[in-house]
């Protein structure tokens, strides 16, 4: 039996790839989009076994997005849909939330059980979110499942990661390599997995869940694996961190490329436990960290 999905927030990154990661295992995805969620046209629900609710405000590094926006977008928005999946008689809803709605920065590893700290209108937006959709009382035929995504890669990816390999492709010396950290990172094709499998098992428990890869990596490693699979030597500066740290300032005030908060994704340490998902699933991830991120910079060949 086709099983048919309701898919919010479609257009995008994560929306495309699991656009076609769902018909590619013979899924019906029905799109809905925001003008429709904001109009409450919400039809598309009939039917559907499942809500992947995707659409939301991003977290916006340029600092020109205002909290009403966060608020609108990423709580009332998603109240909105929860509610009406309570009302329907869809079984499951997933709501794509984000590590930063528990923590900024991460001191050791990241687990589900750290008490929620978001500092940013994104984070503390995406947890009230979270905290409506466990505060409501929840029919015994119905699941919900909160992730916590890290930092998503994958084809068609405009992020951080895209201005990285644009660096290393050019033969630009990666002038950061002092900064020592180690980072999770999320393949799109992962996510996509663990989605999958939410979707088609019936018994796993509602809850939040953190996603990352297995593997934390630290930038330089990034840049080497960037480097390789473009057939070349990464080439690594370890230029001192406090001349960086003038410059990226200096990048706030002037809206350059590297400023502090990009400094600082780019050279923290954000280690995520994804222990609890793939216990979960009884299932180990299909990529690695290291495969992963070679495919996303295969498909920046195509586009950089």
Known sequence: MTLKITLTGSTGFVGQNLTRY???MKCDVLSISREQLNAGEFNSFKDSIAIVHLAGKAHDLKGSS???EYHHVNFELTKRIFDEFLASDVKMFIFLSSVKAAADSVDGILTEELLANPRTDYGRSKLMAEEYIQSQPLPVDK????????MIHGPGNKGNLNL????????????LAGFENKRSFLSIGNLCFVINELIGQ???VSGVYNVSDSDALSTNE???IL?????????????PRSIV?????IGDKLRLPLNTERLTKLTESYVVCNHKITSALGKSLPFSSREGLEFTANSFKKTC
């Open 222 to 224: 990034v840049v080497s």
């Open 66 to 68: 205002d909290s009403e």
């Open 202 to 204: 019936e018994d796993i």
């Open 245 to 249: 740290m003038s410059i990226a300032r």
């Open 143 to 150: 699941s919900y499942y909160i992730l916590r995504p890290c």
């Open 22 to 24: 769902l018909e590619n």
């Open 164 to 175: 990285l390999y644009k660096f290393v492709k050019k033969n630009i010396p990666y002038p």
């Open 227 to 239: 480097a390789e699979s473009n057939g070349k030597q990464p080439k690594l500066w370890a230029i």
